[in-house]
C-alpha cells in the first residue's frame, strides 16, 4: 500500500509565487526525501529529512516534517517556469520492509 | 557527473517477447532498483538488489526478474511481455540504502 500520498494533485502558480505541496504517511519513517520528475524523464532527488529533523533548506526549497501528524511539506519560494514538474514524497519506513514507497505526485505547473 | 543510463528511451515489443531492459551505473552503489510507474498507482518497487548477484523482490515481482552479475549493471527482464506490462520502467541506484537515488531517464515500454 502507498505510504506517502501528496496534495494537491495538481497545483498552478504564476512565476515569482510561492508553491506549497504536503505529503502525509501513515507509519513511523526512518526519513523521508523530496523528488521532482520533469514530464517523461528520470526523477531528480531534491533533499532528504530525517525522522529527529523538524525543518531543511536547500536553495529555494524549504521542506518540514512533523512526526506527530505524520506529515511534510515541501515549499518552492520566487518559482520559476522550470520549476514546472511532478513532486513526489517517498518514505523509508521504520522497522518494515527495506524500500522506499513514493506518493502519487503533485504536479505543479508554474506559468510565466 | 553521476550517470545512470538505461538503454532504451522508448521500446516497442510483442505480445509473448522476452525483453530485456539494461541499467548501468558509474557511480560504484551498492544498490540498484527497477521501479514502474503508471499513471494514477505512482512509482512501484518491482525488484531490488543489494550486492551483486544478490535480489530481493519489491511489491510487484511477478511476470519480471533481474540479473546482477556486475555491480555496474542491474537487468531487468520480462519473460514473456504481455500488454499490462506497458510502462515506464526507471531504473535507480543509490550508496546508501535507499537514501538519495540516482534516477536513470526512463524506458517507455509498449507491448503489442
Known amino acids: 500500500s502507498q505510504q506517502g500520498e501528496e496534495d494537491p494533485q495538481a497545483l498552478s502558480i504564476q512565476e515569482g509565487e510561492n508553491a506549497t505541496m504536503n505529503c502525509s504517511y501513515k507509519t513511523s519513517i526512518n526519513n523521508l526525501q523530496w523528488y521532482r520528475q520533469n514530464s517523461g524523464r528520470g526523477l531528480v532527488h531534491l533533499i532528504l529529512?530525517?525522522?529527529?529533523?523538524r525543518e531543511k533548506h536547500s536553495g529555494r526549497l524549504r521542506v518540514t516534517l512533523d512526526t506527530s501528524k505524520k506529515s511534510s511539506s515541501l515549499l518552492i519560494t520566487a518559482s520559476r517556469a522550470a520549476d514546472t514538474a511532478s513532486y513526489f514524497c517517498a518514505t523509508d519506513a521504520k522497522g518494515g520492509s527495506e524500500k522506499l514507497v513514493f506518493g502519487k505526485g503533485t504536479k505543479l505547473t508554474v506559468n510565466p | 557527473d553521476v550517470k545512470v543510463t538505461q538503454s532504451s528511451r522508448y521500446l516497442v515489443k510483442r505480445t509473448g517477447e522476452k525483453v530485456f531492459l539494461e541499467c548501468v551505473q558509474d557511480?560504484?552503489?551498492?544498490?540498484m532498483f527497477w521501479y514502474r510507474q503508471d499513471p494514477g498507482l505512482g512509482l512501484r518497487l518491482i525488484y531490488f538488489?543489494?550486492?551483486?548477484?544478490?535480489?530481493e523482490k519489491g511489491d510487484i515481482p511477478e511476470g519480471y526478474s533481474v540479473s546482477r552479475e556486475k555491480k555496474e549493471r542491474f537487468s531487468l527482464i520480462l519473460e514473456s511481455a504481455s500488454t499490462n506490462q506497458t510502462s515506464m520502467y526507471l531504473c535507480?541506484?543509490?550508496?546508501?540504502?535507499?537514501?538519495?537515488?540516482?534516477f536513470g531517464s526512463g524506458t517507455q515500454l509498449s507491448v503489442l
Open positions: 557511480m560504484d552503489h551498492e544498490n
Open positions: 535507480a541506484s543509490g550508496l546508501s540504502g535507499h537514501e538519495k537515488l540516482f
Open positions: 529529512i530525517r525522522s529527529n529533523e
Open positions: 538488489s543489494y550486492d551483486v548477484k544478490m535480489k
